[in-house]
């Protein structure tokens, strides 16, 4: 049974940096598209970016290209989410997701995810 579980979530005011990871186990993720989502209060979730399983493609959402990166170190199971400049509007709880292949916007195709972490940009 795959779990993922966030973290590095946390209070950071705008214009600062923080750095989400995933860490999965109970199975490799290698071969796993990867995903974050976001959802702030009172708002659906939505996409934020996701990976392939090798690490050399990657999606954005429009929005956030340029100030999120995102990267997988297979062989630590782990997935980063670099955020930078970040904005009170990114305040949201942030969500990592499994899926077979698929590294899209769509949420559908994940089939695990984590519990989520909060990440809260004061101004």
């Known amino acids: 049974q795959l779990q993922l579980v966030e973290s590095g979530g946390g209070l950071v005011q705008a214009g600062g940096s923080l750095r989400l990871s995933c860490a999965a186990s109970?199975?490799?993720?290698?071969?796993?598209?990867m995903g974050w989502f976001r959802q702030a209060p009172g708002k659906e979730r939505e996409f934020v970016a996701a990976i392939s399983w090798s690490g050399a493609s990657t999606n954005y959402a429009h929005s956030l290209k340029g100030r999120f990166t995102l990267s997988r170190d297979n062989a630590k199971n782990t997935v980063y989410l670099e955020m930078n400049n970040l904005k009170p509007e990114d305040t949201a709880v942030y969500y990592c997701a499994a899926s077979s292949y698929y590294f899209g916007e769509s949420e559908r195709p994940y089939t695990n995810w984590g519990q989520g972490t909060q990440v809260t940009v004061s101004s």
């Open positions: 109970g199975r490799s993720i290698r071969s796993n598209g």
